[in-house]
């Protein structure tokens, strides 16, 4: 039997496109994982310094709970 003319084409073979689906899907959840950790601010620990806004020594994990 001869082989067709489209069997070569991309858009025929399913491992392209399970890459593009498994492509696709990483970059939807990494916008996921951004928009929910842009939801949910992060309280400042009372440190006495920082570097590029880290925190170099230890603060109280309980003085954000203090009023």
Do not use: E, N
Not at 26 to 32: A, E, K, N
Request: glycine share 10%; aromatic share 8%.
């Amino acid at each position: 039997m001869p082989p067709s003319k489209s069997g070569g084409r991309w858009y025929h073979q399913p491992i392209l496109w399970l890459g593009i689906a498994v492509f696709v899907a990483s970059m939807l959840g990494c916008t996921w994982i951004i928009v929910a950790g842009a939801r949910s601010a992060d309280t400042p620990l009372q440190t006495s310094r920082t570097v590029f806004g880290v925190p170099t020594t230890a603060g109280d994990p309980h003085a954000a709970d203090r009023p």
